[in-house]
């Protein structure tokens, strides 16, 4: 049993189109978070939802759209595909309030041609 | 901001070799302390924590010890293995309700046999 699962693990695309990357977590964690691993493996917080409700919302473009259908699901949806968002994007859950207990999947890697 | 610093990579040992992975840090207040490791292909599993001053977090052979006086949290392995061969973040959380986790670059370490 995965307990944060991504799909897909690979995107490729080209620039401008729209895509999704789906998550689900099956561990009973109320908050789920995304974060971005550029090319050099720079990893850093895009959006973390509590609850279904937006409580991190770093400096993203507005082109990143989280949505959180319920707690155990956090989709990022990606319009206007550039050259630059191509990175491996990760998705994780905890309990709020236990950051040592966050569980990362195992990511999604895009690229945008 | 709150920040974390590493030492460069790529390290690259011989196993049985003795490993250390400066890592410093800059935040308001006491943040919690992480080290995470992620596998070529695989998302980050948590290697150890500590939580305040003084404490030292322990996990598969890996040792870390918190030190408030000069803001550090060294990773360091008394006989590294070829399967200790990964990319290895230092990672700090604040503290007053603050879940995202703030990572530094990320250190590559390759062990060989």
């Known amino acids: 049993d995965t307990a944060v699962s991504q799909t897909p693990k690979y995107l490729v695309t080209q620039m401008g189109n729209d895509k999704s990357i789906k998550c689900e977590q099956n561990l009973g964690h109320d908050t789920m978070y995304w974060y971005k691993q550029d090319s050099k493996k720079f990893l850093k917080i895009m959006f973390s939802?509590?609850?279904?409700?937006?409580?991190i919302n770093e400096t993203v473009p507005n082109r990143f759209s989280p949505k959180s259908p319920d707690k155990a699901h956090l989709n990022l949806h990606i319009n206007s595909l550039e050259l630059g968002d191509s990175a491996v994007y990760f998705c994780a859950s905890s309990h709020l309030g236990q950051v040592w207990g966050y569980t990362f999947g195992s990511g999604t890697r895009l690229t945008v041609v | 901001g709150d920040s974390v610093t590493q030492m460069e990579g790529p390290v690259t040992l011989s196993e049985e070799a003795f490993l250390t992975i400066n890592c410093t840090y800059t935040a308001t207040g006491y943040p919690s302390l992480f080290w995470y490791v992620q596998y070529p292909g695989e998302g980050l599993q948590l290697l150890l924590k500590a939580t305040k001053a003084d404490d030292k977090g322990s996990n598969k052979g890996f040792e870390a010890t918190y030190r408030k006086e000069t803001t550090s949290f060294h990773l360091e392995k008394g006989s590294v293995q070829v399967s200790d061969s990964a990319v290895y973040f230092c990672?700090?959380?604040?503290?007053?309700?603050?879940?995202?986790?703030?990572f530094g670059k990320g250190t590559k370490l390759t062990v060989n046999p």
């Open positions: 990672a700090l959380s604040g503290r007053g309700g603050s879940e995202k986790l703030v």
């Open positions: 939802y509590n609850n279904k409700e937006l409580i």
